[in-house]
């Protein structure tokens, strides 16, 4: 088969790769209806991450199950599934308590790489969740987000404790910020303050159920969102970025009790011990737990009541992922999607 | 009157002072019928918190209104009275959250200082709960530490999200960290693991209802709370003590999707952000909004459910403030209760 691998910063290759297949009775193999590019795959492809060896990309999937090893009993050939990027077994103490991304027999998501036309899944049923059937073209979008993109915005919702009738700040304007957007509508957010100086991403925040936009970033951001709310702060903010400054504007636009939602892998960030502790801020996140959400995602979508696929704004054959890196790299794109 | 002044490192003077006296329509006066050292004013006593000029001390509070302000509508002279560190509203949308040691016109609850006869409250009928009636006298130690140590070792384990059936760590076996022992086994935790290494500790925190002792500290400490938990660490841990290896020993004590409730002041500490992402943790905690609990910590005491006064182990004439600071500097008491 033909997948992508990263060789070293900016040089992404699309060659061909060994078929994967079955080594563990409770893996399955997939055939990748679509595949996309992650914002957490430019930090080696920017070289932040340091490349040591030439990586296979790719762990946000949706697709066709072609085969499946002698241990699995749910997960059939056939079926359509989203997985997420770490497999779990859904069975353990933490995956039963919700944290299926720090499971005890957690592993990488598709180790062979998603960005490719096949991909190797371990722990396929506690990984993997099924569609009622197989979808529509138009679904496919919207279901390869939930893998990734739409259940990391959804966590950063939950973990900020959103819920009806609250103040929502969402600090950046990826697409895990922006699916935050649409994951603070879903929840019943009375006002979503979408922090974003780029026309296109405001527009598509408006569009999910932002109500306002701020363009200020760092302190002047969050004294803009204490501004509009009463001298308090939001009740709730999503971090959608990782970096230090973003993490700062976050605790620094929430109220005293209200809760801060991170989902951006931190990079170099050290939270201040005593600012933070009279902060009185609620402070949770990390890896988004997808397989959690996934079952609640798939339905929300499969019923048309989310459009999360919007947040693919390119569209290009798999072969040319390359020009999907750069187009992200050069915020030419939210989100590129590739389709085999 | 006579009250408690620090002028520097371990040179604590009791002398006379100025009698309070009504300033703002909104205070009262009270007389103290017990006031205490707190664990927190040893980090001035040491001279880590850099002292300046002279400072009155003492902010845990309980005793009798003498006079109130005009503004005052609920507070009467003649009660018995319990307030906080932090004077509040109890009407702003924060107090109204139940965040009070962030109200929007917090005050320090005892300018005067509370290791005195006399006291100044400001905001009395939002910061001061009166008792059904007038206490016997066993009653008021407990009632005292409601004020502070018990408000703050209940907040770490709401803020630990401690509830019915779960495994508690508690860090730290001063006065909070007993207390924390106390309101978790309240809150119908489990399972309670004190980490201790005092003997007499150890001994309160089993009579608190305490159900394991954990001597190591420290990665040791959390290796340790692993061992006893499948591997998983605790649900929740209440961090009562302030510094980077107690807040660590915290965050590695907690499972993933845990809970971890800090009370300690922070100092020195920073919270290495990518270790935090991956840990999956809960943090909450700051300066305990201790006027949110008072009514049911009083109810409870007021009925014998609780007897969190024991954490008094040594009693001395008020005018031996100074012996109370040395007592609990050399780790000879837990905490000094001091009767004027």
Redesign the interface.
């Known amino acids: 088969m033909k997948g992508t691998v990263l060789y070293g910063p900016r040089d992404v290759r699309f060659e061909e790769r060994p078929d994967p297949t079955i080594i563990e009775p409770t893996d399955a193999i997939i055939r990748l209806s679509a595949a996309c590019v992650c914002g957490s795959d430019l930090w080696s492809y920017r070289g932040i991450d340091k490349v040591t060896k030439p990586m296979a990309m790719g762990h946000e999937y949706a697709g066709i199950v072609e085969e499946v090893g002698s241990a699995v009993r749910n997960i059939k050939p056939g079926q359509f599934v989203v997985g997420s990027f770490f497999a779990s077994d859904n069975t353990c103490?933490?995956c039963q308590?919700?944290?299926h991304?720090?499971c005890?027999h957690r592993q990488p998501g598709a180790p062979t790489g998603a960005q490719a036309q096949y991909a190797r899944i371990p722990l396929a049923d506690g990984t993997l969740v099924a569609t009622p059937d197989l979808p529509s073209d138009d679904l496919i979008p919207s279901l390869l987000s939930a893998s990734d993109v739409l259940g990391t915005g959804w966590f950063g919702a939950v973990a900020a404790a959103v819920s009806p009738g609250k103040t929502v700040a969402v600090v950046g304007d990826g697409a895990v910020g922006l699916l935050g957007v649409l994951s603070a509508k879903q929840m019943g957010a009375e006002r979503i303050i979408a922090m974003s100086r780029h026309e296109d991403r405001q527009k598509l925040a408006l569009e999910f159920g932002a109500t306002d936009i701020v363009t200020e970033r760092g302190d002047d951001g969050a004294a803009k969102i204490k501004e509009l709310t009463?001298?308090?702060g939001a009740h709730s903010v999503i971090e959608a970025v990782g970096t230090?400054e973003a993490?700062m504007q976050a605790i620094r636009s929430t109220?005293?009790?209200g809760h801060v939602g991170?989902t951006g892998?931190?990079?170099?960030?050290?939270?201040?011990?005593?600012e933070?502790?009279?902060?009185?801020?609620?402070?949770?996140?990390?890896?988004a737990p997808v397989r959690r959400f996934l079952p609640e995602l798939i339905d929300l979508i499969w019923n048309r009541k989310i459009k999360p696929g919007k947040v693919f704004d390119l569209t290009l054959p798999l072969e040319q992922v390359a020009e999907g890196y750069r187009a992200m790299d050069e915020r030419r794109a939210i989100k590129a999607l590739l389709r085999p």
């Open positions: 103490e933490i308590a919700g944290y991304s720090s005890i009463n001298g308090f230090q993490l109220r005293p009790g991170f892998v931190f990079h170099d960030v050290a939270i201040p011990g005593e933070f502790f009279f902060s009185h801020v609620h402070l949770h996140g990390g890896p």
